[in-house]
């Protein structure tokens, strides 16, 4: 019978990652703990360090303000398209 690929999330990983910067324990020991392989919680704790600098920006509140402004006016433009439409079909019986 073939094992379920586990899946983790980004808090676990986050937090994994976390205590092997602490290094307080090994890799062994903190596989053990977590119950994953020592590479995985090298990797995580690579991604990690290459990504802390994201925490500290202040662009991405701005980012997801200007996605919504545009998502808004992308809804008000298909609701007057889909009235028009419903009109027309109206108009020809359909």
Known sequence: MKKSRRKFTSAFK??????ALKERESLAELSNRFEVHPNMISKWKKEFLENAFAAFEGKKS?????????????????????????????????
């Open 14 to 19: 986050a937090t994994v990652a976390i205590e």
């Open 62 to 94: 701005d980012e997801r303000e200007y996605d919504a402004d545009r998502l808004y006016a992308k809804i008000g433009q298909l609701e007057i398209e889909n009235d028009f439409l419903k009109k027309t079909a109206r108009k020809l019986g359909l």
